[in-house]
């Protein structure tokens, strides 16, 4: 199932209001590579199209650059294509092997910030994956104890030993048609220029009057991620006009439902898949999210459902299928939640991040990401939409509507006060 993910990079920074030692900070990756040594290799492509991970130790690049903007005038253009802050990875040319499945670059501000940024290949590992990298990495780097981590030769082996007999039936891929795949294609070549991303902070203490207000209207408790996830999702529908049932995929950590460790590598990612009409409200969605990922196991796990269906295809036809989550012609949102993965408990030289955030992976509309806001206080949703619709969100009526439930007794961050593009 990683071949699925083969042509993806994600790509991530931390910044810290400090100067780090690259030198050290070196060293450190150096000795986290030996514990998670997938990151250090090649792709290759064997016999029949088969994609494999090979742990060579061909190693990682680490850049070093210097830019004369301040540390807060740096993170307002983290999301921007082309703010250079990482070196993104060639996906689909790694399959070939001879590209490197993790980059990293050191930018060193002119107010003594450090911004570091990080791309990897998705077929080596998910979120949960590189933020054990990462936390290994910081341990190395403070001389204290190196986390495990657990690799495993074949993951649809070991899928195929704890994955219950039957799933929910319903495969998360889809094989479009000539005239979809088509528009699908054009959608990625205009991407970067008929799309932008809008960062929108929460805090949160207006998180909590949402959730409050949410879960009474729902009648049960529901979760910081889910009244985020339905609140951003119906307000920008909203300022957008649109009436139309749509459907939500929100990607799910599947380690934990499916008794795996939580040190092992690789991509054990699910989805729960929620339709909306907009005159339900956003707390019926909010409702409903909660409830799909309650009951994941048994209604929306699917991962040996995708793999008898890729297994049916064969595979010379899996670039020719597309996650169902990816539907841009549907305006299907597709929501990950990466809050609560400890990006702001790693520490570089006694330094935590003051900003963690994705740095502007994907340039395709309805793809969305939510974090820990600044210092890991609140919530930072970066959102990619319509460039139309973007200047809406970002504007007055954008504003107001996205913000309903901050009062004027809020204060923000110092950070976030500092970084004017964020909503």
Known sequence: MDTMLADLAVSVVLCFDQVLDEDRLAAGLARALDRVPVFAGRLRTGGGGALEAVCDD????????????????????????????????????????????????????????????CSWHHAIGDLHSFMLLLRIWSAAVEDEELPEAELVEDQDE?????????????PGFRVPSTAQAQLLAREVAVGPRANRTVQIYFGDAEVERMRAEFSATAGRRLSSGDVLCA?????????????AERWLTVPVNARRWLGLSPALVGNLLGDVHVSHRPEDGPAALAGALRAAVEEF???????????????????????????LGFDPQERRFSFSNWSRFGAYRVSFQGHRPVFFSPAANYPLPWVSWTVEGFGGAGYLTTVVL??????????????????????????????????????
């Open 231 to 243: 609140h951003v999702v119906s307000t920008v529908r909203e300022l957008d006009g649109d009436k």
């Open 297 to 323: 196991p048994v209604a929306h796990l699917n991962l040996r459902s995708n793999l008898g269906f890729l297994a049916s295809l064969g595979r010379s036809r899996l670039r020719d299928c597309v996650p």
């Open 386 to 423: 319509p460039a139309r619709l973007a200047a809406r969100v970002r504007g007055a009526e954008g504003r107001a509507a996205l913000h309903r439930f901050r009062t004027a007794a809020d204060e923000l961050p110092a950070s976030a006060a500092a970084v004017p593009k964020v909503v």
């Open 158 to 170: 070991l899928l195929d030993r704890v994955l219950p007999v039957e799933d929910c039936g319903r």
């Open 58 to 117: 061909s190693g990682v690049p680490l850049d070093v650059y210097t830019v004369d903007s301040t540390l807060a005038e740096t993170m307002g253009r983290v999301a921007a294509a082309g703010s250079e802050l990482v070196d993104p990875v060639d996906a689909p040319a790694a399959r070939g092997g001879g590209v490197p499945l993790l980059t990293v670059r050191v930018t060193r501000t002119g107010d003594g910030g450090t911004v570091l940024g």
